[in-house]
Structures are given as C-alpha cells and as structure tokens.
C-alpha cells in the first residue's frame, strides 16, 4: 500500500507541474513586461542621421507645413484650389530646396526625386480624427500638356497605417518614399540600427512606370511630385488647428553617397534597383446600398411635397456624376477617379486619391442675397450603412477656382435625424439625410440647413488677406473675389470603406442627389 501511495503522490505532483507550465504559458500578456508605446519618433532623429552616414547616404532636411490652396490661389500662384477648403482644412504638405542646378519649380510644393534617392518622414501621427493619410501625387508627368496630379498608388491612411500603441493617433510613425529597392532596404536598416522598429515603418513606392524619376537638368527631365497629408472630423478642432499650425515630423531627402568621391554627387550611385507598380486595394464588397432606393425615392417625393406647394416656388432636379469639367485656365479635361487611367490620357485629376469617391452636381446654379432660393441637398447615410468611415456634402463657389464657402461642408456624423423631418415614422429614414443649404437658416431648418457664407480669407495664423483674381486666360482685369457673383455646385465625397480600407465602388452606393428652388432657371441657363 504504501508503495502504491508513492507513486500516486509522484503522479499528483508531476500533473501539478504539467499544469504550473501550461498556466505559466499562457498567462495574459501583462504579466510580461508591456511593449513602450509612449514614446516619440522625434527623439530618435538625431540618432537616424548618424546611422545615415554610416550607411553610405548624404542627406538634405526639407520642412513640412499647411498649404494654403486658398491663399495661392487668391494671389494667382495656382489657378484653383483644387477644389480645397479654407482654413482649418488640414491640408499639410512637404517642401524642399530644389536639387543643385535644377530651377525653382512652378508651384513650391513641388519637388524631384532621383532616381536611387529617397525621402524619409519622421513624426507623429495626427490628434484624434475619424480619418487621416497620406500621399505621393504625380504633379507634372515629362511631356505631359500640363499639371496631371494623380496619385502614385494607394494612400497611407488611418486603416492601413503601421504604428504601435492602442490606437493609431499620435502614435510614432515613419515613411519611406522612394523609387529604388536597394535605397528603400538600405534607409530600413539604418532606421533600426537607430531605434526604429519595423512596426512604426511605412514604405510609399514611386515606380518609375507611374512616375519616371530624376533631376531635371541638362536636357533631362524627371517628374514633378507633391506630397499630401490629409485630417479630417476631428475629435477637437482646436487640437486639429493647431496640428496644422505646427505639424509633428521632419522630413529628409537622403542621397547616396558616391564612394569615388565620398560626396554626394548629381548622378545616381547605385546600380538601377526599380520598385514595381504598387498593387491597389480592391474597391467594392458585393453588398449595395439598392435595397434603400425606394426609400431614397419616398424621401425625394416628400421634398417636392413640401416645397413645391409653395406659391410661386419653381424646382430644378440637379444631376449627379463623377465629377467632370473642363477648366478654364488652359481647356483641358478634368475628371475625379481613377488616377492611372488618368495618367494614361494625361488629363488632370487635381489631386483625387482612391480613398474616396468624388460625386458632383450638375448644371451649376446660384444662391444670391436677397433671392429666394436654396437647395436640398439628399441621399443616403453611407456612414449609416457601413460603407464609408464619413461622408460629406461640400458647397463650391466660382466654376472656375472652386472656393469653399464658410462652413461649406457638412458631415454624415451630423446627418442623423435630418430624414425623419419629412419621412416621420419612416422606418428606412435613419439611413438617409436630407439638409438645406441656403444664404440664411432660419431657425425651423436648423441644425439640418448649412448657411453659405462668403469666406473669410484668414491665413493659419489668423491674419486676413485680400482675394483679388485676375483672369487666369489673360492676367487682367483683377477684381475682388465676392460670393454674389460666381455659380455654385456641390462635391459628394465617401471617405474609406472599413472593410476594404480604400474608398466604397460607387456602383455599390445610392448616389447623393439635390434639388434647386427658386427662380434661377427660369431667368437662364448657366454655363458649365
């Protein structure tokens, strides 16, 4: 017996320890030491620059600050906004010095890159916001008629960002752009011999098929690019205004050395190393919005219902398309999708990313002091439905250069309850909205009715400037810009599909649409 006990007592003890082990394998994670989340890209820069000489790269330190569209505009450097916001719109960009013996370019955002160079961008990512990115554009293309603005593949955006931490907001982060394989191992392994980990690194690849690269000199000419960073529905605005008044990153252009000379030189060092084309995000779920058109269509009866039984009140039914135009300053085509197929057919695509959809109204109209005349603007929540992260309803003045008014924008966040106002009781109404957008609210719309205000033209530091344009055909006849005077139209934007991370297949969403009363049409048509 006491044989038996033994070897029963040896049994319990090696079970206890087979379970000591197991509990001890997967005990939680905080019981281990927790990774540092905490701290700063910035620190590490200095210690980034050390590890760049030793491996073999010269460097040049460019700034990144807001780019006042609205404000280059108006002094005539560019000849729209891009279709723009004034400020606070977060629209920061990078600048550099122009390489040894190139000229200064066109616009000052505009920058080169050769061909086994690259640019790193060293910071912290933005306050919190419901979207944020970030994006190399093709400004100028060799031998292209013009300025074509298409982006060079998809974006670094919120959903796709690598950073550490909880959540993705002001969190470290750095991005390597480059066209040149060898360059881009080459700067990863000097950032983590600088404390850099691979989880923080993001890499943007130009292709020399998208973007042919190099220095525009001598007879050769490489690509015009710019950079974009992009925040949008901020948490706190005030955090967001002052993000964009001082953004968190350096930003570099490092250069192979030449190991004849030791310095850097004007040729390209290391044996052509191409990065591919990029492979894009796949747009589009299966799953659409079409099982809300019925709904859509009660909720366009209901604001006819209400308003067209008004005495005297004349409608117009806009049109809604993606947004297409000829711009005036040089005739050339514009349209916002599909940034390769517009690179392709060199024609302007202003800026569009794949992060979102740009839906706009036609034909143009006016919203005139002293008129009575306003616009519904209507459609489904796509917010609501799940295929976006936010949506926005943007009013534009002047066909020409694209001003946001005032408070021109209204976001999906604040959609909610807009439909029920004229589907009461409508089951699907908490899907759709429905806002009015007029030169004043009265206090029965609000807060479903968006007030076009004439801008207010203050730079980032709160200082106001003129807008005095001249025509972009001829350089006269300058004028002051005013609100009265300029035909209007709306840009629907869908911002990033959760599931996809890159913006919603429109043929998968109910498109937006608006309804103009008043007495515009009657009296003309505008030009478009």
């Known amino acids: 017996m006491k044989g038996k006990i033994r070897i029963s007592i040896a049994l319990i003890v090696a079970i206890l320890f087979l379970f000591a082990g197991v509990a001890y394998a997967t005990m939680p994670a905080f019981a281990e030491k927790p990774e540092d989340t905490n701290w700063s890209a910035l620190d590490k820069v200095d ?180 950079w974009v960073h992009r925040v949008a529905v901020p948490q706190n605005p005030t955090e967001l205004e002052d993000y964009i008044r001082n953004p968190t990153y350096r930003v570099f252009r490092v250069t192979p050395v030449d190991p004849s000379t030791g310095e850097v030189g004007t040729e390209p060092v290391l044996t052509p190393d191409p990065e591919p084309a990029p492979i894009l995000r796949v747009r589009g779920t299966g799953h659409t919005e079409m099982d809300l058109y019925p709904a859509l269509k009660r909720l366009r009866q209901a604001i006819l219902d209400r308003y067209t039984g008004m005495p005297g009140q004349s409608f117009k039914e806009l049109d809604t398309h993606v947004w297409t135009l000829v711009t005036r300053n040089d005739g050339r085509e514009v349209v916002g999708e599909k940034p390769y197929v517009g690179l392709q057919r060199e024609i302007q695509l202003l800026g569009v990313g794949r992060d979102t959809n740009y839906l706009a109204t036609y034909p143009n109209f006016m919203l005139r002091q002293g008129v009575d005349e306003f616009v519904i603007a209507y459609g489904v929540n796509h917010q609501a439905t799940g295929k976006v992260t936010y949506s926005s309803v943007s009013i534009y003045a002047d066909k020409d250069r694209w001003f946001g008014p005032k408070d021109g924008t209204f976001l999906s966040p604040n959609f909610a309850g807009s439909a029920e106002r004229y589907l009461p009781g409508d089951p699907d109404a908490q899907y759709l909205y429905a806002i009015k957008v007029a030169r004043h609210c009265d206090e029965a719309d609000k807060p479903y009715c968006m007030e076009v205000k004439q801008p207010d033209f203050k730079d980032k530091n709160d200082v106001e ?50 309804i103009y009363f008043g007495p515009y049409f009657d009296e003309h048509l505008p030009s478009n």
């Open 47 to 226: 210690g980034f620059i050390k590890t760049l000489g030793k491996a073999g790269f010269g460097w040049e330190e460019g700034k990144v600050e807001f780019w006042d569209l609205v404000k280059d505009t108006c002094l005539g450097k560019v000849p729209d906004t891009l279709a723009n916001n004034p400020w606070p719109n977060a629209y920061i960009s990078m600048y550099f010095e122009p390489h040894e013996g190139v000229a200064t370019p066109p616009v000052d955002v505009w920058w080169q890159l050769r061909e086994d160079e690259a640019i790193v961008l060293i910071g912290q990512t933005p306050p919190p916001a419901a979207f944020f990115s970030y994006q190399t554009f093709v400004a100028v293309y060799p031998g292209a008629p013009g300025r074509i603005g298409a982006a060079v593949g998809d974006t670094i955006n919120i959903g796709t960002v690598n950073t550490i931490g909880p959540d993705r907001v002001r969190r470290p982060i750095v991005i390597i752009i480059t066209g040149h394989r060898e360059t881009e191992q080459r700067v990863r392994a000097a950032l983590h011999q600088a404390g850099y980990p691979d989880a923080v690194i993001n890499v943007e690849t130009i292709s020399p098929v998208i973007a042919p690269l190099g220095v525009s000199r001598d007879g050769k000419e490489g690509s015009w690019l710019g």
């Open 465 to 514: 400037y003129a807008c005095i344009l001249g025509d972009f055909l001829t350089g006269a006849n300058p004028h002051q810009w005013t609100l009265d005077e300029h035909e209007m139209f709306f840009i629907y934007r869908s911002y990033m599909e959760p599931a996809t991370k890159v913006s919603p297949d429109d043929n998968e969403l109910l498109y937006d649409q608006a």
